[in-house]
């Protein structure tokens, strides 16, 4: 199992993950004969520089101020889109944000721990679930396009 759940809820995600990341994705453009602007380089630093959802708005102005102008909602969609395409940050479709994704390599299900108290959002890669879901799949003959599992609770560090 492959989680991230200690350092995000522990708030101990710092300089050092972030840049991990951005190598990781500078690797990841290279392979995939993509241009990691530098327009794209500071969304991805926004998406993991307090490593908490963020909505399109507020990635937009971070974006704004950090630029020092106005930035139109299609360039900040298209950027964001393009880490969630490459797999370099999901979107959490409950709560209409996105997080950088800490295990853009692997292929299993991603399952998402939404403490509903700080807001953090951890993420699991598991293949026990996968198994057991595939499972299902295959008997009810369901052809399975994408897993994403949103799981909302609160997380070991807010629980009294
Ligand atoms: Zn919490």
Not at 141 to 151: A, D, M, P, S, T
Request: aromatic share 10%; glycine share 4%.
């Amino acid at each position: 199992m492959l989680t991230n759940a200690k350092l995000v809820f522990n708030k101990n995600i710092n300089q050092k993950h972030t840049e991990a990341a951005i190598k990781h994705a500078e690797y990841l453009c290279l392979q995939k004969q993509q241009k990691f602007t530098s327009l794209r380089r500071t969304v991805f630093e926004i998406l993991w520089e307090d490593y908490q959802p963020l909505g399109a708005y507020e990635i937009k102005q971070r974006l704004s101020m950090r630029l020092g102008k106005k930035i139109d909602p299609p360039t900040v969609y298209r950027a964001i889109e393009f880490f969630v395409d490459l797999g370099l940050a999901n979107k959490i479709e409950s709560l209409n944000a996105y997080i950088g994704c800490p295990f853009p390599s692997s292929q299993r299900s991603y399952i998402f721990l939404i403490c509903e108290n700080c807001k953090n959002v951890a993420e699991v890669s598991t293949g026990s679930v996968d198994n057991s879901l595939a499972l299902i799949m295959e008997k009810l003959k369901f052809k399975l396009r994408k897993q994403h599992i949103e799981v909302k609770g609160i997380c070991s560090k807010c629980s009294p």
